[in-house]
């Protein structure tokens, strides 16, 4: 096809593609809220489906609908797929009313940079290609309706939905959060997240002190000691949320806490898990009692020779058409391109809107980025790809 025009393209249509982007972040998303997350897949599908797309809706009880966004199939060639997630990490009401705002070429809003803005790209991308005549293969968008909680809502049907949609790819492409300095996700690590829940024996923290049993004291020397779990930066432990007592002038009976646990391997895992079962069940103090709970776990992204291969032609891309070169990296975030991987697709990850500081309340998106990365992925499904056998 003919790369200038699929550009000319892009740079006509980016606004309309900037002003939908808008219209899905000022639709708060949290990934508990069924109803958001259900409503930005509405407007999704109203927008596609005015693109001339063809949008499957799978619904959820527990997490928002899953959404595939895609052309019609092409026999005898494996489809080109994107993957996004429509879910955010912030509450409801954090970034104020309206949620986005823009400053110069700067947009902020929730889940403007991770990820909705990586949704934009991949549509915008899809749409340049049909709109110009594009039909070797199909294309489609799988869009996550809880990924930010490693599909904890959505359960085993929402990573089957994930798994189905991506296994007969030739490649894929996951449009998260991209990065100012072209880092882009060829592996991830894994993610495991787990409650854990002391109990100790309440009293009157003045009158009758001795005879109470800090479940908080007892919850402090175990986060300590988690937290020194070494792997050389393979495996983390961090506790990020912790709760407990009632009263300032009682003992607190209960304290619980969440590990949030990276890994490279699954046997890392395994190891770590083994650290915590052994902290959890040792008493520091006597009289503690302690358990744990799995509450979601993520598979580690391979980083594979195919992951490197399709992300040095993406670089060849770049250098044709004198777009931002791209840095492989493995990165410390979890993402549903590892189950890509692990259906055996190539998949580079990272390719979305660029921008900065997602999950804080000063998530930014950088304009312009949202025609570069489009272009790139357009260029990339036309161009001579290595898996286009």
Do not use: W
Request: one cysteine or more; aromatic letters at 6%.
């Amino acid at each position: 096809m003919n790369t200038p025009s699929l550009f000319k393209y892009i740079d006509e249509e980016a606004s309309t593609f900037i002003d939908f982007l808008i219209d899905i972040t000022n639709i708060e998303s949290p990934s508990n809220d069924k109803t958001g997350v259900d409503a930005v897949a509405s407007a999704i599908e109203t927008f596609a489906a005015g693109r001339g797309l063809i949008v499957k809706r799978t619904p959820f009880q527990r997490s928002g609908d899953g959404l595939v966004v895609e052309t019609a199939e092409r026999a005898g060639r494996k489809p080109v797929v994107f993957i996004a997630h429509m879910d955010t990490v912030h509450v409801h009401g954090a970034f104020g009313s309206p949620p986005v705002q823009k400053q110069d070429q700067i947009l902020t809003g929730p889940g403007i940079h991770d990820c909705k803005g990586g949704i934009a790209v991949a549509l915008l991308a899809m749409d340049t290609l049909i709109q110009n005549g594009y039909q070797d293969r199909q294309l489609r968008l799988v869009l996550v309706p809880d990924e930010e909680v490693s599909s904890a809502y959505s359960g085993p049907e929402g990573i089957d939905f994930i798994r189905q949609n991506v296994r007969d790819a030739a490649y894929a492409f996951c449009c998260e959060s991209g990065n100012r300095n072209g880092d882009v996700a060829v592996g991830r690590k894994g993610i495991l997240k787990l409650d854990v829940t002391v109990t100790g024996k309440a009293a009157h923290a003045g009158s009758a002190y001795r005879q109470g049993i800090s479940a908080i004291k007892e919850a402090a020397h175990k986060i300590i000691s988690l937290e020194k779990f070494d792997q050389h930066e393979n495996v983390t432990i961090n506790c990020g949320v912790i709760n407990g007592g009632t009263k300032p002038n009682i003992v607190p009976q209960s304290c619980t806490f969440t590990l949030d646990v990276r890994f490279l391997q699954t046997e890392e895992k395994e190891a770590a898990l083994l650290f915590i079962e052994e902290i959890i069940n040792h008493a520091f103090i006597p009289g503690t009692t302690a358990s744990y709970q799995i509450i979601s776990e993520r598979i580690p992204m391979a980083m594979t020779p195919d992951n490197l291969k399709l992300c040095d032609y993406l670089n060849e891309m770049c250098d044709e058409y004198h777009l931002t070169r791209l840095n492989p990296m493995v990165s410390g975030g979890g993402a549903d391109s590892a189950y890509a991987v692990q259906e055996g697709v190539p998949t580079v990850c990272s390719l979305g809107i660029v921008g900065q500081y997602q999950h804080t309340l000063n998530e930014q998106a950088d304009i312009p980025s949202l025609a570069e990365r489009a272009k790139l992925l357009a260029a990339a499904i036309t161009g001579n790809n290595p898996f286009d056998a």
